[in-house]
């Protein structure tokens, strides 16, 4: 049984930092592609980062790019999420997801979902 246990949400302030971590368990994901997420109130879920298990080429949506870091420690089977210099803007519940469909930015891509963990950046 495939899981995805997101953890590292909180409340800060902005201009503060967060790591997000997500532990995979229960197949070997050496052949996917692993992003996060995310989905502010009323609306739609939407890309951030993804990273190739295998190779680690990674890519980050324009809205992150440059404070945002996915990485992933193949030892440990985690993934994680760098976020610096946040943003009210970046409030929202952030999913990991797993996708054996290969390296792609669309929801639907995605086999796998962690439970989320909320991010709050009050101003």
């Known amino acids: 049984q495939v899981q995805l246990v997101e953890s590292g949400g909180g409340s800060v302030q902005a201009g503060d930092s967060l790591r997000l971590s997500c532990a995979a368990s229960?197949?070997?994901?050496?052949?996917?592609?692993m992003a996060w997420f995310r989905q502010a109130p009323g609306k739609e879920r939407e890309f951030v980062a993804s990273?190739?298990?295998?190779?680690?080429?990674?890519s980050h949506a324009d809205s992150v790019k440059g404070r945002f870091t996915i990485s992933r420690d193949s030892a440990k089977n985690t993934v994680y999420l760098q976020m610096n210099s946040l943003r009210p803007e970046d409030t929202a519940v952030y999913y990991c997801?797993?996708?054996?469909?290969?390296?792609?930015?669309?929801?639907?891509?995605?086999?796998?979902w962690g439970q989320g963990t909320q991010v709050t950046v009050s101003s």
């Open positions: 990273i190739r298990w295998s190779g680690g080429i990674s």
């Open positions: 997801a797993a996708g054996s469909a290969g390296w792609s930015t669309s929801k639907d891509d995605y086999n796998y």
């Open positions: 229960g197949r070997t994901f050496s052949s996917y592609a």
